[in-house]
């Protein structure tokens, strides 16, 4: 069984403070980890897809790792629009569903 | 712009009740899913459709039905609601990199 796991569950920080958060996996045959981000009531925004180990992807200030176990979320210089709760997924080989499994997300809070 | 439109946002019904929330991507994607969101089980698929008359079974398929007849349109119906099926619910669209396209969500609350 696919498994995701988030930490933590929730991060303060202040406006520049720059920080990581973490998603470690285990699934049978990655075909892809996804980063989304939650605002209160609303749907998950896509942000990246990492493939493989040592890919990395860049957006504004969030960049996006990937090891064979776990994978990063570094956020450099947040600033308070930054705050939300970060996803991740994980997708694996299994013919044709493209099923997300999901971790139970961070909750990044960002203060002025 | 590329979306993923669900109707209605907010929903309060009985139990018993039959409901469909409807659901439209403009994206041209083949494959569409369901997913309720739920305080400290995240979010977990329920049904998925490969392309048009192409539906299968996600983890919670239980009390729900979907039908796909249009690519655009994948509607989820419960035709007999019950108390444990309040949740938030997120129709997503994928493209062939799998990469999902969430919907904005509806929120479901069965008395």
């Known amino acids: 069984e696919d498994q995701v796991t988030q930490s933590p569950e929730a991060l303060r920080l202040q406006e520049g403070e720059s920080s990581s958060l973490n998603c470690s996996y285990t699934?049978?045959?990655?075909?892809?980890l996804f980063w989304y981000r939650q605002d209160p009531g609303k749907g998950p925004e896509f942000l990246f897809t990492l493939y493989s180990a040592g890919e990395e992807k860049e957006k504004e200030r969030l960049k996006a790792t990937l090891t064979k176990k776990e994978s990063f979320l570094h956020i450099t210089a947040p600033k308070p629009e930054d705050s939300a709760t970060y996803l991740c997924a994980v997708q694996a080989w299994r013919g044709s569903n493209y099923k997300l499994t999901f971790g139970k997300g961070t909750l990044l809070t960002v203060n002025p | 712009e590329a979306q993923v439109t669900q109707n209605p946002r907010y929903l309060i019904t009985v139990t018993g009740k039959k409901l469909t929330v409807t659901c439209s991507q403009n994206?041209?994607?083949?494959?569409m899913s369901w997913y309720r969101q739920d305080p400290g089980l995240g979010l977990r698929q329920i049904y998925y459709s490969m392309n048009v008359e192409v539906t299968d079974k996600g983890d919670v398929p239980e009390g729900y039905k979907v039908s796909r007849k249009e690519k655009r349109n994948f509607p989820l119906i419960l035709e007999s609601p019950s108390p444990n099926q309040t949740s938030l619910y997120f129709c997503?669209?994928?493209?062939?990199?799998?990469?999902?396209?969430f919907g904005q969500g509806t929120r479901l609350t069965v008395v």
């Open positions: 699934v049978s045959g990655l075909r892809g």
């Open positions: 997503a669209s994928s493209n062939d990199r799998a990469e999902a396209f």
């Open positions: 994206m041209n994607h083949e494959y």
